[in-house]
């Protein structure tokens, strides 16, 4: 059987779980957000430290691109994977053009969060505790949507090079751990203590 008739299962399972962590850490900081504007000097739940946390990122320019907070987008966003996790695991097939299309969303979130992770790391100088979470489920969402492509012929490619990327899902996980230590290394480099921030409630 092929990879592209193989129903997804595993592809599916991940999308559902990424869907409700990006969900819920969008919900955190919604309601951070709420607090923000009641009470601007409001202790919020995500402010840890001076690094590692919410507040100037919900306060910043980055935070409300498009003229709304950033976490609307989370919200509204994340159901679209949840609902396909969902139609996948009932055995529902879609089309080329469907596929296409939830490529290119999921490469647009991507790209919206590696500018994000810019942004925090050389502008704002600061990392806030439920962005990280989103990065941790949108960085291996992303590259296992790409080899879902490739496997199923969305994207052109041979039916050679189709069954070698129905082998490279396995490998997801390790190029997630790639990427977030090189977040990690970029934050170090930059003069942030991301490392010593996130090991120092361990050693308390």
């Known amino acids: ?111 919206f969060v590696c500018w994000l992770i810019t942004q925090s790391i050389y502008d704002l100088r600061t990392l806030c505790p439920w962005c990280m979470l989103t990065w941790a489920v949108t960085i291996p969402t992303f590259l296992a949507t790409v080899v879902h492509l490739l496997r199923n012929g969305t994207l052109p490619v041979s039916t050679r090079a189709q069954e070698r990327a129905g082998r490279l899902m396995v490998w997801v996980p390790l190029a997630s751990i790639v990427a977030f230590a090189l977040i990690i290394a970029l934050a170090q480099l930059s003069g942030l203590d991301l490392l010593g921030e996130l090991t120092r409630p361990l050693f308390r």
Do not use: E, H
């Open 1 to 111: 059987m092929t990879a592209q008739r193989t129903r997804p299962v595993g592809y599916a399972i991940w999308l559902i779980v990424a869907s409700v962590v990006g969900w819920w850490a969008a919900f955190q900081l919604t309601l951070d957000k709420l607090a923000q504007l009641q009470d601007p000097d409001a202790a919020l739940s995500c402010n840890f430290s001076v690094l590692v946390q919410c507040g100037v990122n919900l306060d910043s320019w980055q935070g409300s691109v498009f003229g709304f907070p950033n976490p609307i987008i989370g919200l509204t966003a994340w159901m679209a994977p949840l609902v396909l996790g969902v139609a996948l695991l009932a055995g529902v097939r879609f089309p080329a053009w469907f596929w296409g299309l939830f490529g290119l969303g999921v490469a647009g979130a991507f790209a």
